[in-house]
């Protein structure tokens, strides 16, 4: 079975704080990972893709890749309350895509 | 707009009688798909249809069904609910395979008793 693990959190920081968000994985094969944010009783949406070694950046959102060491992380510079959600790592896993159980954000005021 | 429709949004039910789920997508999309999400477990994929008429077991597939008669919908039936399927459900699309951007329905939280 190819998992993607997530810390379940929950994950609290304070306004205006980095909140980092970690993500490992199984298959060495996988190429491309989703970060996805689910609010509370809403469905999921794709924030962040990432495909090559290293660092992404969009906005206050920047994905981070290696390879070598299995493990994905989501990085939110200056978090907002409007950041509170659930963030869903995946990775895609022949046909499909396989989804991690979520870490819980909690942007306190 | 591009988007993913499920019906209904909520729906209690008794165990054993049959229902629906329908979900339709105007995207053109030929990959699409169904999760069930349950605390502390994530989205578990219960069935996906790469195209029409192609339909193949995910993860958890047991007590449920697919068809994938139009490209657009792709319904999940309970042929007999019981209350171990009381979970949130989500129809997702992509473009052409799963690897690529998901789209989601609005979700359906469905309760057996």
């Known amino acids: 079975q190819k998992e993607v693990e997530q810390n379940s959190g929950p994950l609290s920081v304070p306004e205006g704080a980095i909140a980092s968000l970690n993500c490992t994985y199984s298959?060495?094969?996988?190429?491309?990972f989703f970060w996805y944010r689910q609010y509370s009783g809403k469905s999921p949406e794709l924030i962040m893709f990432i495909y090559s070694n290293g660092d992404k950046e969009d906005g206050r959102f920047t994905a981070q890749l290696n390879k070598a060491s299995q493990y994905v992380s989501l990085l939110i510079r200056d978090s907002q309350p409007s950041d509170s959600a659930t963030y869903l790592c995946?990775?895609?896993?022949?046909?499909?895509?396989?989804f991690g159980a979520g870490t819980r954000l909690t942007v306190k005021p | 707009e591009a988007q993913v429709t499920q019906n209904p949004r909520y729906l209690i039910t008794v165990t054993g009688k049959k229902l629906t789920v329908t979900c339709s997508q105007n995207m053109n999309h030929e990959y699409m798909s169904w999760y069930r999400q349950d605390p502390g477990l994530g989205l578990r994929q219960i069935y996906y249809s790469m195209n029409v008429e192609v339909t193949d077991k995910g993860d958890v597939p047991e007590g449920y069904k697919v068809s994938r008669k139009e490209k657009r919908n792709f319904p999940l039936i309970l042929e007999s609910p019981s209350p171990n399927q009381t979970s949130l459900y989500f129809c997702?699309?992509?473009?052409?395979?799963?690897?690529?951007?998901?789209?989601f329905g609005q979700g359906t939280r469905l309760t057996v008793v």
């Open positions: 997702a699309s992509s473009l052409y395979r799963g690897n690529t951007e998901a789209f």
């Open positions: 995946a990775a895609p896993n022949n046909n499909d895509m396989r």
């Open positions: 298959d060495r094969g996988s190429q491309s």
